[in-house]
């Protein structure tokens, strides 16, 4: 039998680590070059990951919800064609004997900042085990002495059995494992069960006279005053995208110097635009909204004032002027808020451009955005104004000199012609980096932003 291991591979730029969320293979099924076998998430993007060579599984190293260095063998496959030996049966552990410490390995350690450049964390594919406090409840050899096995019933229970990632779940949120009820094959505490153990209790204990809740009731909304033992609280875990937002955020903040201007101004003729647009045979099928002219103002606005397409190196001691736009679309997902870019907008039609916009938008919406869509960024667009939020003063993308926040576009009483009218007013903040904008270049810029939208026909002679 000949094994070939498959270790994590840095699927975006400088990645030190990423979490497998889920394996789409088990130990015995054959897997081809190419095929994919598990699915991972790192700070920036949910990936798939392809085999890269042919064979029978033989082991999963690492079990679903586990955070993994690159580097770290994940996979081994047996490529020499003979069957895999079956997996040993795990060992009921003694009462108050220690755990083997492949059974008990070190918990991961918490995740740090990941940034880009990094490189990959030095660590081993093996952990020591873990020596717990004298006294605690999840020391290796403590015992407990009896548990309740969920049926109101009391069993003898040596130490609680649950994988390091369950165990240090369980640490965040603050459950004690001594009192979760496992459901997990041979009595393993899974991680659904330690989050049901977090949230507030929704059944009567054994031993307290409750009205079971109806089935419609919220199981963590909270309105009545809270029982005896139920959760005030729930932690959740910093990782994934947001992890690496707030490390970005801070190190953003804290490195370049913000500035942010504000404008507000007549947009009604760039939603008399887009109504237009809409109706056109030639833009049948494509996305138009008032987001695609918004971009393509930004686009005319940087081509007027190129100094605003620029990255500050600190290494190099060096401006860095960009000579395309990478335009950068901040979407909020269920995974977070991720900004994909579309590569060299500048150089596009408007119907490319809406057919940009309208794959990015669906890709994020689906959990599907790569790492390389998120990296190159030059300027990025944040449209707040989905949220009835007037505007805001938004953080820099690291590596960017300007950010355009866009607010809620409302009917507002205007002066238009002398009379004053009901129109269509909005508000756009420009947040950029003083180190490479001044005052000057960033109101002109804005304000050829304001003035292209608030006369749309200049698309045409500015462009």
């Known amino acids: 039998m000949t094994i070939r291991e498959f270790k994590m591979p840095d699927v975006g730029e400088g990645l030190t680590e990423a979490e497998i969320l889920k394996w789409y293979v088990q130990p015995g099924d054959t897997v081809t070059d190419g095929q994919v076998v598990c699915e991972v998430e790192t700070a920036k993007a949910a990936v798939e990951l392809p085999i890269p060579f042919d064979g029978t599984v033989h082991e999963l190293v690492f079990p679903e919800g586990t955070t993994v260095d690159v580097g770290q063998v994940i996979i081994s496959v047996n490529v020499g064609g003979d069957a895999p030996a079956a997996a040993p049966a795990p060992a009921a552990p003694a009462p108050v004997a220690a755990p083997a410490p492949e059974a008990e390995a070190e918990e991961p350690q918490g995740r740090q900042p990941v940034l880009v450049g990094y490189g990959v964390a030095a660590t081993s594919t093996r952990r020591r085990a873990r020596k717990a406090p004298a006294g605690s409840a999840a020391a290796p050899a403590a015992v407990v002495p009896e548990q309740l096995n969920g049926h109101g019933s009391v069993t003898a229970a040596a130490k609680p059995l649950a994988k390091p990632p369950v165990r240090k779940l369980a640490k965040d949120l603050g459950v004690d494992l001594t009192v979760v009820v496992p459901t997990g094959p041979d009595g393993i505490i899974t991680r659904e069960d330690v989050h049901r153990a977090a949230a507030p209790v929704t059944e009567p204990a054994p031993a307290v006279a409750a009205p079971a809740p109806t089935p419609v009731q919220a199981p963590v909304a909270v309105t009545a005053p809270v029982a005896a033992g139920d959760a005030r609280e729930t932690r959740v875990p910093i990782k994934g995208v947001r992890k690496a937002t707030a490390a970005a955020m801070v190190g953003s903040a804290f490195t370049a110097p913000h500035v942010t201007e504000f404008v507000t101004f007549d947009i009604t003729r760039t939603m008399k635009l887009v109504e237009d647009l809409k109706s056109d045979k030639d833009l049948a099928g494509l996305r138009i909204n008032p987001l695609l002219i918004i971009a393509k103002a930004v686009l005319v606005a940087v081509r007027r004032n190129p100094e605003i ?54 890709t994020a919406r689906e959990g599907k955005t790569t790492p390389a869509a998120m990296q190159g960024g030059t300027f990025t667009i944040t449209n707040v104004g989905v949220f009835g939020v007037d505007t805001g003063t938004p953080i820099l993308n690291p590596g960017e000199s300007a950010i355009l926040a866009v607010g809620a576009i409302k009917l507002q009483p205007w002066v238009h012609k002398g009379k004053v009218k009901p129109r269509q007013v909005t508000t756009l903040a420009l947040s950029f980096d003083h180190r490479l904008v001044d005052g000057e270049l960033g109101s002109k810029f804005l304000a050829d932003v304001a003035a292209v939208l608030e006369q749309p026909k200049r698309l045409m002679t500015w462009a």
């Open 309 to 362: 397409n620029a990255a500050w190196d600190e290494a190099a001691q060096e401006i860095v002027l960009k000579h395309y736009v990478n335009l950068g679309i901040a979407a909020a997902t269920p995974r977070g808020l991720i900004v994909p870019n579309i590569k060299d907008a500048h150089a596009q039609t408007l119907p490319e451009l809406s057919r940009s916009l309208s794959e990015l938008v669906a």
